[in-house]
Structures are given as structure tokens and as C-alpha cells.
């Protein structure tokens, strides 16, 4: 399993640099995500959170009619590729403290895994562990 297999069918929504922190904030509410990649000329160039929003908008007292995401997103994150194991990006997600992450190949923006998409995926092995067990206890003659 890949990071590609938990993106596979996701929606790809990115935002252009110059946009308005409002605007791309409206948008964030519409799609119901908490992150989105900023593009420049199509060229991954940060991130915006949730986060960003709060930490450099609001306490900040920017005005997010006017401010743009540029000058408020988190600059060169860190990305992932398409070929990387869930696992890892779990692990760099906690060392980081960040819940979103880029995935990426060489042609670009592939999607954004989340830590939501990641325990999802977790639960479903678990689970499908549980299951597994559950049979072969059953079918074991003596238990």
C-alpha cells in the first residue's frame, strides 16, 4: 500500500498564490478542508492551513480581504511522493505537527494526504485484522 492508494480518487484543489486569504478561506468552507497547496505558475510554493489562518491572519490582525495567501502560507512544505508507505508520512506528520501533506512526483501536485486520510486508513487494516483473527478462531477445531 501507497500514499497514491489513499489519494487515488481525491479531488485535486489548489489555490494560486496571489489569491486573497478571504477568498481562498471561502473556499476552504465550501470544499470542507482544513489545507490547501498554493501554486505559482503551476509550481508547488506553500501551503495554507487552518493553522496559517489564525496564527498569521487573525492574531495578526491582517485583513483577509486584502491580504494575499503568499504572504501568509507555509512556504516550501515538506513533500511526499506518490510511492511513499502510509507509515512514514504518519511518522512525519507527528514530527513535524503538521496534519496535511503534499504528494508529489516529478511532474507536480498529485493530491494532499491527511492525517484523517491516513487513521481511516489505519482503522480499516485494523479492522480487517479483527476480522481475520475472528476466522481463523472460528475455524480452528478446539478453540
Do not use: W
Amino acid at each position: 500500500m501507497h500514499v497514491c492508494d489513499l489519494i487515488k480518487n481525491q479531488q485535486i484543489y489548489y489555490v494560486d498564490a496571489g489569491e486573497t486569504v478571504l477568498g481562498v478561506a471561502r473556499a476552504m468552507v465550501t470544499h470542507n478542508i482544513g489545507a490547501v497547496p498554493v501554486l505559482r505558475d503551476g509550481v508547488l510554493v506553500g501551503i495554507f492551513s487552518e493553522r496559517d489562518l489564525m496564527k498569521r491572519v487573525v492574531v495578526e490582525g491582517r485583513d483577509p480581504s486584502t491580504t494575499r495567501v503568499e504572504d501568509v502560507m507555509t512556504m516550501a512544505p515538506l513533500t511526499v511522493s506518490p510511492q511513499e508507505e502510509p507509515e512514514a508520512c504518519m511518522l512525519l506528520m507527528r514530527r513535524h505537527g503538521f496534519r496535511h501533506l503534499p504528494v508529489c512526483d516529478s511532474n507536480g501536485l498529485v493530491g494532499v494526504v491527511s492525517v484523517r486520510d491516513l487513521m481511516l486508513h489505519d482503522i480499516n487494516e485494523k479492522d480487517h485484522e479483527v476480522r481475520m483473527m475472528r476466522a481463523y478462531i472460528q475455524a480452528t477445531p478446539g478453540m
